[in-house]
């Protein structure tokens, strides 16, 4: 009688383990290659964001003879405050929502709000986080309530009228005693304004019209949100604002407090909490930083169209010299 041995085919337990093994090394080893792809092709949009706003401006410079920036009457008052990026919209392709935009009134007033709540894809980036976020209103007798749209970019005021901090340790330094910065430390989009491209004295290619400010209402400090808007948040968010402009403060590296020696990717603004308004030391101003979600560097519209990547750890004072416009200083080169 001969016996028959039958042959079985498959994997045993040990070599699917094995398997299994392997393939997770190689998505391991794949994730971060996949994760570094899609932020290179966010940041490459976020650059094309901040292309389209800086041509957008050129083309209204060209129309109405002066750049788009913010009229903002300061305290707490009745009069319509509107964004330089609210006047922006026609020339980013966004006129059916501009035509609608009731400039007799607030940018929170119900009139303004099927506009304003309107996300405006060109006004974020897509690195930053929670693209649905909103922000509110402030001003009394409403209470804050999130209400409008964000946008991820602002235009720079200027320097601060507050002291920077020129290092750590040591004291702040007044950035216009040392002649670093002219004696407004006017940026080339100064609110309540007509600014025009031949103020910008330093050179257009030597000279920020926009900056990314990502993430606000929230707080960010170095890469972790540290609020949400009900409970503080900065003064600052919503594209239809003119309170999300920016003027230059420096944070310290731990991004906590204001002035000091970090200029991009400490914090995204200074936390603002409670209800009272106007707020102690800012009043009704924004509180904006320039923070970005792309490692290690921040995107900038200079005034000549260009975009520009601007590493963190750039000196506040070289950033000072990037951010005036007629301060006759020699800036860096981005």
């Known amino acids: 009688m001969s016996v028959r041995f039958v042959r079985r085919t498959g994997f045993t337990l040990v070599e699917l383990l094995v398997v299994i093994a392997i393939i997770g090394v190689l998505v391991a080893l794949l994730l971060p290659a996949v994760q570094a792809a899609r932020e290179a ?7 094309n964001n901040l ?3 800086a041509l957008g401006a050129h083309n209204f410079n060209d129309t109405y003879k002066r750049l788009p920036s913010s009229v903002r009457p300061t305290g707490v008052t009745p009069l319509p405050r509107i964004a330089g990026l609210t006047f922006l919209l026609p020339f980013i392709e966004q006129g059916p929502s501009y035509d ?3 400039q007799t009134v607030n940018w929170s007033h119900a009139n303004n709000l099927p506009v304003t709540s309107k996300r ?18 402030p001003q009394p007798p409403a209470t804050w309530s999130p209400i409008v749209a964000v946008t991820d970019y ?9 002291e920077i901090a020129a290092g750590t340790p ?18 080339a989009l100064p609110k309540f304004g007509e600014p025009r491209l031949a103020d910008i004295l330093d050179g257009l290619s030597n000279t920020i019209l926009y900056t990314e400010s990502a993430g606000r209402p929230n707080v960010y400090r170095v890469g972790k949100k540290v609020t949400t808007p009900t409970s503080a948040r900065t003064n600052a968010g919503g594209w239809a604002r003119p309170a999300s402009d920016i003027s230059i403060e420096g944070s310290t590296v731990d991004g906590v407090s204001t002035p000091g020696p970090c200029a991009i ?9 409670g209800s009272s308004f106007p707020y102690p030391v800012y009043g009704s101003e924004g509180t904006s930083e320039p923070y970005a979600f792309h490692p290690g ?8 169209g260009s975009v520009r990547s601007i590493s963190k750890t750039i000196n506040i004072r070289e950033f000072a010299r990037l951010v005036t416009r007629a301060g006759g200083e020699i800036s860096p080169t981005p």
């Open 51 to 53: 292309k389209q706003l």
């Open 120 to 137: 405006i894809p060109p006004y974020q980036c897509p690195s930053a986080p929670e693209p649905a976020r909103q922000d509110g209103d």
């Open 100 to 102: 609608r935009y009731d």
């Open 170 to 187: 040591g004291p702040a330094v007044n950035l216009k005693a040392l002649g670093l910065v002219d004696e407004a430390g006017l940026g």
């Open 41 to 47: 092709a966010n940041r490459s949009s976020c650059s």
């Open 154 to 162: 602002a235009a720079t005021v200027g320097v601060s009228p507050y």
């Open 297 to 304: 560097i921040a995107n900038f519209a200079l005034a000549d």
């Open 265 to 273: 990717n400490c914090t995204n603004g200074v936390e603002i909490s």
